[in-house]
């Protein structure tokens, strides 16, 4: 059974940093397409970041140069570490994993959107 438990989330102030926490279990991450999601209030869910099992990541243009994905084998465990967090960045943030062998590509980010498993989420909170 696979499982995926984010942490990490909370309450920063504008400018200031988060790093999110993806533990997963059922299936190795490094050989898996793993990424991060979120959803705002009364928005669609949109794709963040994401690794696909080569090592390759993608980005949403609105984290680029702020926000990294990683990928820690050993600990089977997904990141995301956001900096300069702005008021448009809070969300409910979900982990997402998926078994597919392909690269992702460019776009993983949202191609993404159909993996088979998910995690509940984690909340952030910018205040400004």
């Known amino acids: 059974q696979v499982q995926l438990v984010e942490s990490g989330g909370g309450s920063v102030q504008a400018g200031g940093s988060l790093r999110l926490s993806c533990a997963a279990s059922g299936l190795t991450a490094s050989g898996s397409a793993m990424g991060w999601f979120r959803q705002g209030p009364g928005k669609e869910r949109e794709g963040v970041a994401s690794i696909d099992r080569y090592g390759s990541m993608s980005y949403a243009d609105s984290v680029k140069g702020r926000f990294t994905i990683s990928r820690d084998n050993a600990k089977n465990t997904l990141y995301l570490q956001m900096n300069s967090l702005k008021p448009e960045d809070p969300a409910r943030y979900y982990c997402?994993?998926?078994?597919?062998?392909?690269?992702?590509?460019?776009?993983?980010?949202?191609?993404?959107?159909?993996?088979?498993?998910w995690g509940q989420g984690t909340q952030v909170t910018v205040s400004s």
């Open positions: 997402a994993a998926d078994r597919c062998t392909s690269p992702l590509g460019a776009l993983g980010f949202r191609t993404l959107g159909r993996a088979d498993y």
